[in-house]
């Protein structure tokens, strides 16, 4: 079962971090990811850019409406994601408190990937 | 969890607007700033114990007016009572859950409490020693060290600058959408000046200033998130974020200026480069042009050139001629005729900049295009003359450093009986 790990943290907080903390985060969680790729549970990894680089389009009207910012205006948001392969939640939880423990503050949202099309690109 | 290292990040992040809402409660920096001090030491014994807050701004809040409202009540045995208005008691403090909501609420007060910042009474550098200390938080030292002046003296700026703002009239009403507007274009143009400070510099000299840098752009973030739709400001952050992206390139190891063309590209900060080009499409959408947009979509161009030759000049020329129109200045007609000189040629260059020379005598930029110009058209001795007068005013060591160099390639051009002539082919080929 293929399970998306949704990361939420306050950007406001993630974009305080010196350079210096956020290289060392990075390298905290890129010592978990290697581990995860190893044993061939890890997919993608996406660590999306801030939400101000973000555009929403509504599709709740005709035309649909383009709107810049995140979808969402909350007090945590969505700044990246992982793709693990894993046989139970647990598992999954697991894995999550790995991440966590590399990079605490936050939440992570884990939730089962119903279908997942390779792009052809990465098939190729 | 005994790594406290996150409380920092936390509180740095929570700052602006736990600030802008003492401001507005307390309407004075000072008692604002004492409170929120006293906030932030208690919350550096709470919280690595109880971890952070679910909601950092609004704990810091709290905490912080109940101080500052304990330290009136002690002081009040000892002087009189200020007048009643100091402590707000007005329309705009009677819900007391107005700390917990979010977004428009806090806008105007995170606005206001930068745009205090950028009062017009203020010199530019006093605008960003406030804004770094007050919206920011840096340190007097830290502040002090990026400006290269001692603490003592950037304290007394800093008190400086607070004692004028505490005689001018600041507006705590909520602001009319033309006050808005303007206030979003002076907190603009105060954040370029923070980054341009430390973006003009010796790196050799200075190391410290590329904080300011990081600064800037966190503030430039900060207004687009408040206010998301405004394409000006994602040309703003989209500017510094591509010229940010160049800060490894731009210095040799002896702290040396290197040129555009002759930087390391592969050492351009592509996660910073990929952001401003995603804010420049997004701003370009709104098809409202402004100044910053112009010069981000010219920084956009050279960071989309994989190579030096690949750089689209003459849609650069033309940029900087839109730019011209709407904000005409000679330093700007400059930057335009370095890029005519790529497109039509240095005598094409030359032309536009020697009207100029009056207004741009005193700068060193104006004297090093010169002399480059000259020099592509093998007007050796003119162009000396031009190199001489630009080492003259030079602003720091690494310039004068990169002049002198040029003029050491003019001996060896003029030197070479084809010079004249290469210099001519060089042109073309460019």
Redesign the interface.
Same mark, same amino acid.
């Given at each position: 079962m293929q399970y998306a790990i949704l990361c939420y943290h306050?950007e406001?907080?993630?974009?305080?971090?010196?350079?210096e903390?956020d290289d060392a985060v990075m390298e905290k969680l890129g010592a978990v990811q290697e581990r995860l790729a190893r044993s061939g549970k890890l997919g993608p990894v996406a660590r999306l850019?801030?939400?101000?680089?973000a555009?929403t389009l509504r599709k709740d009207r005709d035309p649909p409406l383009?709107?810049?910012?995140p979808f969402a205006?909350t007090?945590e948001q969505l700044l990246g994601f992982y793709i693990v392969n894993c046989d139970s939640l647990e598992e999954v939880l697991d894995i999550a408190r790995d991440l966590g423990r590399a990079n605490?503050?936050g939440a992570y949202e884990i939730r089962p990937v119903g279908l997942f099309f390779d792009t052809p690109d990465a098939a190729s | #969890?005994t790594?406290t290292?996150?409380i920092?990040?936390?509180m740095?992040?929570?700052r602006p607007k736990a600030m802008a809402a003492l401001v507005r409660y307390f309407r004075d920096l000072d008692t604002a700033e004492e409170a929120y001090q006293e906030a932030c030491l208690r919350a550096l014994k709470s919280w690595p114990s109880n971890g952070?807050p679910r909601?950092a701004a609004a704990w810091l809040i709290m905490v912080a007016r109940n101080a500052g409202i304990d330290s009136a009540r002690r002081q009040r045995r000892m002087q009189p009572l200020p007048p009643e208005d100091v402590i707000s008691d007005r329309s705009d403090m009677e819900a007391v859950a107005a700390e917990r909501a979010?977004?428009a609420d806090y806008r105007d007060d995170i606005l206001r409490l930068m745009f205090i910042c950028c009062h017009r009474e203020l010199p530019a550098t006093q605008q960003i020693a406030l804004a770094l200390r007050i919206v920011s938080g840096l340190s007097v030292h830290q502040i002090a060290r990026a400006f290269m002046v001692s603490d003592a003296a950037m304290e007394q700026r800093i008190t400086r600058a607070k004692a004028r703002i505490a005689k001018a009239e600041v507006p705590f009403e909520t602001p009319s959408a033309v006050e808005r507007a303007e206030r979003v274009a002076a907190v603009a143009a105060m954040i370029y000046l923070v980054f341009n400070e430390g973006y003009t510099i010796d790196v050799a000299a200075n190391g410290w200033r590329a904080e300011l840098c990081?600064e800037a752009i966190?503030l430039a973030?900060?207004l687009?998130?408040l206010f998301?739709?405004e394409p000006e400001l #994602?040309g703003l952050?989209a500017l510094l974020l591509l010229q940010h992206a160049r800060a490894d390139a731009r210095f040799d190891a002896d702290g040396a200026a290197i040129p555009l063309d002759q930087q390391d590209r592969s050492r351009w900060n592509s996660?910073l480069i990929?952001?401003g080009l995603?804010?420049m499409d997004?701003a370009l959408?709104h098809r409202r042009p402004g100044p910053f947009q112009l010069q981000a979509a010219i920084a956009a161009l050279h960071a989309r050139a994989g190579r030096p030759e690949d750089t689209d000049w003459p849609q650069i020329a033309l940029l900087y001629g839109a730019l011209e129109r709407m904000q005409p200045s000679p330093v700007i007609a400059l930057n335009r005729a370095v890029a005519v000189s790529r497109t039509d040629g240095a005598e094409a260059a030359l032309a536009i900049i020697t009207p100029l020379a009056g207004a741009l005598d005193g700068y060193f930029y104006f004297h090093g295009a010169r002399g480059s110009f000259l020099k592509q058209l093998g007007r050796y001795h003119e162009a000396r003359e031009a190199y001489n007068r630009a080492i003259a005013l030079a602003n720091t060591p690494a310039e004068a450093r990169h002049i002198r160099q040029q003029l050491d390639s003019l001996t060896e051009a003029a030197a070479a009986p084809s010079s004249q002539q290469a210099a001519r082919e060089n042109d073309q080929r460019r």
């Open positions: 306050d406001k907080v993630t974009c305080a971090w010196s350079k903390q850019l801030p939400t101000t680089a555009t383009v709107v810049d910012g205006e007090k605490p503050g | #969890m790594d290292s996150w920092g990040a936390v740095t992040a929570a952070p909601d979010d977004g990081e966190r973030r900060l687009l998130n998301p739709v #994602m952050a996660k990929a952001e995603a804010l997004k959408r």
